[in-house]
């Protein structure tokens, strides 16, 4: 049975569930947008941590603790550069949403909130993103219980409520 789904226009790294998804660069060593947030409001401990991991290749996903966030744990995922989607952007970020929510599993996390991924500095386009991120967790069938698209404005939060009001068939190309 696929999650419970929640769209919210707000701050991924105030919300208290299990684990947050950090859309990451392949380091892991922090960087601007939403990586940055995360290990700023996460403390030097997170650094420390994902310095252990030694990088993540695009479209995997490594966990670490949350340290000084509310959410148990951070699940950093290396999202795709847009490349004008000729190489492969949309599977490797279905990739992304898909490893996220296999490592929530492993750490046997009920509620995982996700940014949306690859859609600032990585410019891949918002629309199709939003799509990718919805049929990815709608088709997904573990232990998650909840999932939280935790939007950075209200337009991304409009898409992502309007893909989950479609029926998920459509969805597919």
């Not at 960087?31 to 990088?55: F, M, N, S, W, Y």
Request: proline share 5%; glycine share 10%; hydrophobic share 40%.
């Amino acid at each position: 049975m696929p999650p419970k789904i929640q769209v919210l226009d707000g701050d991924i790294t105030k919300l208290e569930v299990d684990a947050i998804v950090n859309a990451a660069n392949s380091s892991l060593l922090g960087g601007g947008g939403v990586d940055g947030a995360i290990h700023k409001a996460a403390g030097p401990e997170l650094l420390a941590e994902c310095r252990l991991h030694k990088g993540c290749k695009t479209g995997d996903a490594k966990a670490t603790k949350g340290h000084d966030l509310p959410a148990k744990y951070v699940i950093h995922t290396v999202g795709p550069v847009w490349r004008g989607g000729d190489r492969d952007e949309e599977k490797l970020l279905a990739s992304c949403y898909r490893r996220s929510l296999e490592v929530a599993d492993e750490m046997k996390a009920k509620s995982v909130a996700f940014p949306a991924i690859s859609t600032g500095a990585f410019g891949f386009p918002k629309r199709p993103a939003a799509r990718i991120a919805v049929t990815e967790v709608q088709n997904y069938a573990g232990g998650v219980e909840t999932v939280i698209f935790a939007c950075f404005d209200s337009q991304t939060a409009r898409l992502y409520r309007e893909f989950l009001q479609t029926d998920i068939s459509q969805l597919k190309r």
